[in-house]
């Protein structure tokens, strides 16, 4: 009942940027958090950045400085602005939300099908 689209990912050069975009549709009554993991080749997924409703974001560390997370609350869409990307940022990314639905009023994790990014000479 709650989908996530995701836009934005391709293959770009070292130092090179890329921007994310991912909106939840459905039958959504409210979303306490949305954000991006990635998972690269032969590593553990990690999260990248989370943002809450309310505006407080966690980013790990290796990309502070050179991602941003936003959002539009009222479109449910989350995006990630990537700067100054480099070969290790390659990876799958997915977007994530953290929802409330309709009908059942359950909190429930949703994850979209993920978008490849890829930084290479």
């Known amino acids: 009942q709650v989908q996530l689209v995701e836009s934005g990912g391709g293959l770009v050069q070292p130092g090179g940027s890329l921007r994310l975009s991912c909106a939840a549709s459905?039958?959504?009554?409210?979303?306490?958090?949305m954000g991006w993991y990635r998972q690269a080749p032969g590593k553990q997924r990690e999260l990248v950045a989370t943002?809450?409703?309310?505006?407080?974001?966690n980013y790990v560390d290796s990309v502070k400085g050179r991602f941003t997370i936003s959002r539009d609350n009222a479109k449910n869409t989350v995006y990630l602005q990537m700067n100054s990307l480099q070969p290790e940022d390659t990876a799958v990314y997915y977007c994530?939300?953290?929802?409330?639905?309709?009908?059942?009023?359950?909190?429930?994790?949703?994850w979209g099908q993920g978008t490849q990014v890829t930084v290479s000479s």
């Open positions: 994530n939300a953290d929802a409330l639905p309709r009908p059942t009023m359950t909190r429930s994790d949703y």
């Open positions: 459905g039958s959504i009554f409210s979303i306490y958090a």
């Open positions: 943002i809450t409703s309310r505006g407080r974001i």
